[in-house]
């Protein structure tokens, strides 16, 4: 039997993997799917359609799979994908898409979402993400692999967070982050890359010096971007850590923080 506490509302519409775990005075709504090892804490709130995968842990009084916050939302079956072995600690919520994008607001693997964190309809969160209490993701924000997002940091809506990157406490992103890079003050400007982050990760110190190689070309050389992008996709011929780099700065539509 799915352990659900007896005071806990379940709808009969909702599809429990049986070593599903279910606080008192949790809710869950119909169209919501939830799979093997995961743990909903008291008084959480989960709405579908939602499909929500395995070992995650949603701490007391997280909204997961609520109605976007947007005004043209007229009720359409939108969706939220959540995947494995990630924390919701307490009174986050994660917002279902909208059709005016694609529909589904997504939430990879292995990400650690601390107290209070929202993240609106349509946005695209990928793995080992840290958000940092208070953080709040507008609609449409993508975050890549790894990023780390301090404390009470705003992210813009359709802003990027590319792979790697860090933002200091109350970071106020309007543009695109950069792969690898730290942002952090008011206003908030570029402060070098993640280098202890990506020592945690194994990059090897000649792949931070071509990092590091690739950040004074972007941000000390007093390039246009183009100019900027061009020598760096040079390098990045024989430096394949750079590629991500490249392939973020053609792929960018609000600029870039420099």
Not at 14 to 25: F, H, N, T
Not at 53 to 71: C, S, T
Not at 159 to 176: K, V, Y
Not at 190 to 195: K, V
Request: charged share 20%; with cysteine; glycine share 10%.
């Amino acid at each position: 039997m799915t352990r659900i506490h007896p005071a806990a509302i379940v709808s009969a519409e909702a599809e429990l993997d049986s070593s599903v775990s279910v606080g008192p005075y949790a809710v869950i709504g119909p169209g919501v799917q939830v799979g093997a090892g995961t743990t909903i804490g008291s008084h959480a709130i989960l709405k579908g359609p939602t499909v929500i995968g395995r070992d995650n842990r949603i701490f007391g009084f997280a909204v997961i799979g609520e109605d976007p916050q947007d005004k043209k939302y007229g009720g359409e079956p939108t969706r939220l994908e959540i995947g494995d072995r990630n924390t919701f600690r307490e009174f986050c919520s994660v917002h279902r898409g909208t059709v005016q994008d694609k529909g589904v607001t997504r939430v990879g693997n292995d990400n650690w979402i601390m107290a209070y964190v929202h993240i609106a309809h349509d946005c695209v969160v990928a793995n080992d993400v840290i958000c940092s209490n208070n953080t709040t993701l507008a609609g449409h924000v993508q975050v890549g692999d790894h990023v780390i997002c301090s404390g009470f940091s705003a992210i813009h809506q359709f802003c990027r967070l590319g792979a790697h990157s860090f933002l200091g406490g109350f970071a106020a992103i309007t543009r695109d982050v950069p792969p690898y890079v730290m942002v952090a003050g008011t206003p908030t400007a570029p402060h070098g890359i993640n280098t202890e982050g990506l020592k945690r990760r194994g990059f090897s110190p000649e792949q931070l010096r071509n990092l590091k190689d690739a950040y004074r070309i972007l941000y000390r050389d007093g390039l246009q971007l183009a100019e900027a992008r061009d020598r760096i996709a040079l390098l990045a011929e024989t430096q394949s850590e750079l590629r991500i780099l490249v392939e973020f700065i053609d792929s960018s539509e609000r600029s870039l923080i420099r």
